[in-house]
């Protein structure tokens, strides 16, 4: 392997610049050229390559956001744009890629190698750690801090004002991010979608809280909530108990910026290591990833298709800790 190129894709996550990071100096390590690509596959498609060298990493690890910028790119989900966007490899004489994002990234990895048959290794990188194959995803660990940094601060104002809030956090599908909320903000609810929890449930847990005189309370409302958004349970909430004094945050895209925390910068550090590391010793296909401390490289097919399951005991947790 002579050239590698890294690129980020997706929505971005904090910890992803230690990523490049470690991928850029494994490969200059190992004497490989290495190239980042601006803008994930649409900078592929476009020709926005630029050569990386050591010094082009400098002072990034502590950075939030994306070096190489990120993108969802339409185009390279259709025939012609992926061979554009090989063509562009040939040209810039790339052997080998390391893809930097969540499962969107990894499907479009996976169909191109099928297609054009280009190395490819991935790396987790999202917030919302709904990735087989990882215990943690890069940014994750972020995310749930800085969620959780919003939540205490609204705790105090919920219990000021007697008050209910619904506070939405991210995780598109998954409630991997508001169950560390919900137990770490001591919230009395939290709806995620793996879990059917109707919002009869919700009423009659915030009913039974108010008989036994607790005044204030945290509702965690993951977003992808079968039963809706925090908007539409607490409108629901609010017909169904009129006395309780109701209020929705929407924690949003703050989730995804800021500074890495140490877990996140050192993740990104060891995957970006493997992943480079992993193309030199022939893999392909696969996401590099920590189960159980140890690296494993798991099949994209996998990782895209195999779910991996929250931990039911963490439910019960909140239950018990609410009471
Ligand atoms: O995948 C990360 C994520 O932040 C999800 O939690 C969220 O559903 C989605 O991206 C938001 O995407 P966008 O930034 O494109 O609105």
Not at 11 to 28: E, H
Not at 67 to 84: D, H, M, V, Y
Not at 280 to 302: E, H, Q, S
């Amino acid at each position: 392997m002579k050239r590698i190129a890294v690129f980020t894709s997706g929505g971005d996550s904090p910890g992803m610049n230690a990523c490049i990071r470690a991928v850029v100096r494994t490969a200059v390590y190992h004497g490989i050229e290495v190239y980042g690509i601006m803008r994930g596959y649409s900078g592929m498609i476009n020709g926005e390559f630029v050569k990386l060298d050591s010094a082009s990493v400098s002072n990034t690890v502590q950075k939030g956001g994306t070096i190489l910028k990120s993108a969802r790119s339409q185009k390279f989900l259709t025939k012609e744009g992926r061979q554009q966007a090989f063509d562009q490899l040939v040209n810039n004489g790339i052997d080998g890629l390391v893809a930097i994002g969540g499962n969107g990234t990894f499907t479009g990895a996976m169909l191109f190698e099928q297609e054009f048959g280009i190395p490819t290794v991935g790396a987790p990188g999202t917030i919302d750690n709904d990735l087989y194959g990882t215990d943690y995803t890069i940014g994750y660990d972020t995310a749930v801090n800085t969620a959780l940094e919003a939540i205490d601060k609204i705790r105090d104002t919920a219990d000021s004002h007697d008050r209910c809030f619904f506070i939405e956090v991210m995780g598109r599908d998954s409630g991997y991010i508001a169950i560390p909320c919900a137990i770490g903000g001591g919230a009395e609810i939290v709806m995620i979608p793996e879990t059917q929890m109707s919002t009869d449930a919700v009423i009659d847990t915030l009913r039974a809280g108010w008989k036994r005189s607790k005044t204030s309370f945290i509702v965690i409302v993951a977003e992808g909530e079968e039963e809706g958004s925090a908007t539409i349970v607490a409108s629901k909430v609010k017909e169904a108990i009129p006395e309780l004094d109701t209020r929705v945050t929407i924690i949003g895209h703050v989730q995804r910026g800021g500074s890495p925390t140490a877990a996140d910068r050192l993740l990104g550090s060891q995957i970006g290591i493997a992943a480079v590391e992993g193309l030199m010793n022939g893999m392909r296909n696969v996401m590099a990833g920590i189960v159980d401390r140890k690296l494993v490289y798991t099949p994209f097919t996998d990782t895209i298709h195999k779910k991996k399951l929250i931990n039911q005991s963490f439910m019960r947790m909140v239950e018990i800790l609410s009471v």
